[in-house]
């Protein structure tokens, strides 16, 4: 089935590292894909996506390129700040035909000054 | 503009009990969908509910259900609660087309003792 891995946390960087979260993805076909953050205490929000190869989802200066050809969907981002601290999840979903979304097991992100 | 409400935000329960857990969505949102989050774990899916039926099931036992409200709003069901039950349960709405994004309210966590 179809399942999506991130790189292990957790990941400690200092304020303006940049930073890199690796996913890649196992399906048949070409899933839409997503990035949530979830900070402390709070549900999930999405930080970005892309609904096709080649597509670049962007947002507060994160970004992540659809690579079909690797089936990857890394983050980045060239400067983290301390309020970027959080859990960060790669997910997949389907256009049509499945409703679910696939996360991976994320990837927890600290920050210090 | 509110977004996904989810009450209660903690609950506590012991072992064999029923749980019922409610989730009001986005404004303009018809589809809700739930999740389990255990701990260090990305979401799973465990259902999804529109037009009042529930259209999608992920791989959990019938001792989870749901309903969905003429106003769009859902509870979650448990029963025979297990200590493996523990979890933050998220619930997560959209708009009815596939592609749409899912927006996540904060969750409620479970603890089973």
């Known amino acids: 089935g179809d399942s999506v891995t991130q790189m292990e946390g957790p990941v400690t960087l200092s304020e303006e590292a940049f930073l890199t979260i690796n996913c890649t993805y196992t399906a048949t076909g070409y899933p839409s894909l997503f990035w949530y953050v979830q900070y402390p205490g709070e549900g999930l929000q999405l930080l970005l996506k892309a609904t096709k190869a080649d597509d670049k989802g962007s947002n507060k200066g994160f970004e992540a390129t659809y690579r079909k050809e690797t089936t990857s969907f890394h983050l980045e981002k060239g400067s983290v700040q301390v309020s970027d601290s959080a859990v960060y999840f790669c997910a997949l979903k389907w256009a049509t035909g499945s409703y679910q979304l696939t996360f991976g097991k994320g990837t927890k992100l600290s920050v210090i000054p | 503009d509110a977004g996904v409400t989810q009450s209660p935000t903690h609950l506590i329960k012991t072992r064999g009990q029923q749980v019922t857990l409610r989730c009001s969505p986005k404004?303009?949102?018809?589809?809700v969908s739930w999740y389990q989050q255990a701990l260090g774990q990305g979401p799973q899916f465990i259902f999804q509910y529109y037009e009042e039926e529930e259209r999608q099931r992920g791989n959990f036992p019938d001792r989870f259900s749901g309903h969905q409200f003429p106003n769009y709003s859902s509870e979650l069901n448990v029963n025979a609660l297990l200590l493996g039950d523990s979890a933050l349960y998220l619930c997560?709405?959209?708009?009815?087309?596939?592609?749409?994004?899912?927006?996540f309210g904060d969750g409620t966590r479970l603890s089973i003792l």
């Open positions: 404004s303009g949102h018809d589809t």
């Open positions: 997560a709405s959209s708009y009815t087309g596939d592609v749409q994004p899912q927006h």
